[in-house]
């Protein structure tokens, strides 16, 4: 491997290093938010929490099972974005040592797919969620599709991608048998 991708390898750990310390802030602030809502849950801590999502329901009154909802889909949705990133940081660092076409890889590549399913789910619920509220405050049932569609057009790309290493994997096996 020659200096220029040794640098861009470098770069780009440290750069997923970074963003998992900022996921894993972001945890930290979700499970603090919910303690401090369950230590005073009077509808003003409840209405400024469900405000720093989204705005129009600062003056609506909120069930207390969708606020709850929400805040675990919240912690999931953080969780699964924490999951894609370890394994996107041990993909890197396995390409990083030059182990391309190894079942390490694979496996990396299956639990993205699998934290970009799951978080397609809970970004749905979540929508659904918000629906729910804002039909309560304004009457209107606005389902955002166009995170859904994104998060299936990255499945599917990431699917390539594990057919291309699992292709690779394959041609790797027959070329070690060879020699």
Do not use: W
């Given at each position: 491997?020659?200096?220029?991708s040794?640098i861009?390898?470098?770069?780009?750990?440290?750069?997923?290093?970074l963003?998992?310390?900022?996921?894993?802030?972001?945890?930290?602030l979700?499970?603090?938010?919910?303690i401090?809502?369950?230590?005073?849950?009077?509808?003003?801590t409840?209405?400024?929490?469900?405000s720093?999502?989204?705005?129009?329901?600062?003056?609506?009154?909120?069930?207390p099972?969708?606020?709850?909802?929400?805040?675990?889909?919240?912690?999931f949705?953080?969780?699964?974005?924490?999951f894609?990133?370890?394994?996107?940081?041990?993909?890197v660092?396995n390409?990083r040592?030059?182990?391309?076409?190894v079942q390490a890889?694979?496996?990396?590549?299956?639990?993205?797919?699998?934290a970009?399913?799951?978080?397609?789910?809970?970004?749905?619920?979540?929508?659904?969620?918000?629906?729910?509220?804002?039909?309560?405050?304004?009457q209107?049932f606005?389902?955002?599709?166009?995170e859904?569609?994104k998060?299936?057009?990255?499945?599917?790309?990431?699917?390539?991608?594990?057919?291309?290493?699992?292709?690779?994997?394959?041609?790797?096996e027959d070329?070690?048998?060879m020699?």
């Amino acid at each position: 491997m020659n200096n220029k991708s040794m640098i861009i390898f470098k770069l780009l750990s440290i750069l997923i290093i970074l963003v998992e310390i900022g996921t894993i802030a972001a945890i930290g602030l979700l499970i603090l938010g919910g303690i401090l809502v369950a230590l005073h849950p009077d509808q003003a801590t409840i209405n400024y929490s469900m405000s720093l999502g989204h705005h129009s329901l600062l003056n609506s009154h909120v069930s207390p099972v969708i606020l709850i909802s929400t805040y675990f889909l919240a912690l999931f949705i953080s969780a699964t974005y924490y999951f894609i990133i370890d394994s996107t940081r041990r993909l890197v660092n396995n390409l990083r040592q030059g182990a391309y076409f190894v079942q390490a890889n694979l496996i990396q590549i299956k639990r993205v797919m699998i934290a970009v399913l799951c978080m397609t789910i809970f970004q749905s619920m979540m929508s659904i969620n918000y629906c729910l509220v804002e039909l309560n405050a304004t009457q209107t049932f606005n389902l955002p599709l166009s995170e859904i569609f994104k998060n299936i057009l990255i499945l599917v790309a990431i699917y390539v991608i594990y057919l291309i290493f699992n292709k690779g994997i394959t041609l790797q096996e027959d070329s070690d048998s060879m020699i």
